[in-house]
């Protein structure tokens, strides 16, 4: 049994963090931090958990982090957890600049943590086996993504997200992409961005060995227009992504699974772990560059 400290009492931290650990058979929730004191009371008492005031209180009170906070505030959480030995279960993005992430990576190395971030998709089998599957198979020339999502409707639990709101599509949904863009294709050399209507985001990324890949994001697609497709294209023909039939805390489930196996082993070889994480934070700080400058950036090796 892992004791598990939960900071965040959002819709996420409370629906999917707080219910996957809450139901884990090896994971022992000890407690809630949030910015919020009432809302992380009300979160507490739901899981029959205390209350804690300060973050390095819990922190010391268990033996991993489940963090689903905002990625400035994670990355600072999550520097402070890793130095005290604590492991890691962060989501993503993983921070909102490339020396946060960095910070991220040398504390987790520095204390020899284990660490995992949640990519939804990548927890759930379906995607999982068809990621393997694909870049096993080798041989892709391209792919496109889409994913148009609207969250800012009323009624939706992100709708009044200030970080969303301040970093849009890009950031938010744009991990997701890289998530299984970058297994399949290989690491992202060069990055151009543009931008269109609705907080429309479309990307261009040449992969290594040359391969291509476009991507068009955003939050704020009129309802009827939401949708998701993700489609390559190569030397064995088309595939194309399959849905994800878990839910999302299911899925966390997975990533509390993939975690804990990560310390029983003693390996820190996870291939969602904070060095993923912040090759996808140096892709999307890469894209807010090109977007601003109108220009094409090339990534370093």
Known sequence: MMRFG?????????????????AHPRAELVGVWGRNRDRAAALATRY???AYDEVDALIEACEAVAVALPPDVQAELAVRAATSGRHLLLDKPLALTVADADRVVDAAAGSGVASVVFFTARYQPEVAGFVAATAAAGGWHTANVIRFASIFQ??????????RRERGALWDIGPHALAILLPVLGRVTRVSAGDGPGGLVHLLLT?????????????DAPPAAVAAEFTF???????????????SATAFG????????????????HRCDVRFGRE???VLAAAETARAQGTVIDLPS
């Open 233 to 247: 294209y190569g030397d064995n023909g088309v595939e194309t992504l399959p849905s994800g039939g878990a839910s």
């Open 154 to 163: 009323p009624g939706s639990p992100y709708a009044q997200s200030p970080w």
């Open 6 to 22: 939960l900071f965040g009492t959002g819709h996420w931290a409370a629906q999917t963090h707080g219910a996957a650990l809450d």
């Open 280 to 282: 996808v934070v140096s």
């Open 254 to 269: 997975v990533a509390i699974d993939q975690l804990l196996a990560e310390v029983d082993a003693g390996t820190r070889d």
């Open 48 to 50: 029959g958990v205390p």
């Open 207 to 219: 992969h290594d060995g040359g391969a291509t890949s476009s991507v068009a994001l955003t939050l």
